[in-house]
């Protein structure tokens, strides 16, 4: 079992930034693939930047946040991050991470088994 807990989220301007942070624990993979997804009231879950670790990181960003989001982690303190920059109305949605061992999709959400609750990010024009 993996736990997740994000934080960071909150209501900010159009321009301006937020950093969300995904605490984990539990078990440990050698080879594992970490994500930030969203979702708007009345859309589909969509993938916004995911990494995976194996001998090497893979890094992997959807268009729509390319230039703007920023995935990373810190190994030390087992937390996966999402800076998000020049933030948009349209970013206004739940974030939530995922975590699981190798996934060979990391921007779909059906390839994760572990879950956060998710935390709110507003943007306001």
């Known amino acids: 079992q993996v736990q997740l807990v994000e934080s960071g989220g909150g209501s900010v301007q159009a321009g301006e930034s937020l950093r969300l942070s995904c605490a984990a624990s539990?078990?440990?993979?050698?080879?594992?693939?970490m994500g930030w997804f969203r979702q708007a009231p009345g859309k589909e879950r969509e993938g916004v930047a995911a990494?995976?670790?194996?001998?090497?990181?893979?890094?992997y960003t959807a268009d729509s946040v390319k230039g703007r989001f920023t995935i990373s982690q810190d190994n030390a303190k087992n937390t996966l991050y999402l800076q998000m920059n020049s933030l948009k109305p349209e970013d206004t949605a739940m974030y939530y991470c995922?975590?699981?061992?190798?996934?060979?999709?990391?921007?779909?959400?059906?390839?994760?088994?572990?879950w956060g609750q998710g935390t709110q990010v507003t943007v306001s024009s």
């Open positions: 539990g078990n440990t993979y050698r080879r594992y693939c």
């Open positions: 990494m995976c670790t194996g001998a090497e990181i893979s890094y």
């Open positions: 995922a975590a699981d061992g190798w996934v060979g999709n990391p921007l779909k959400s059906y390839q994760y088994n572990y």
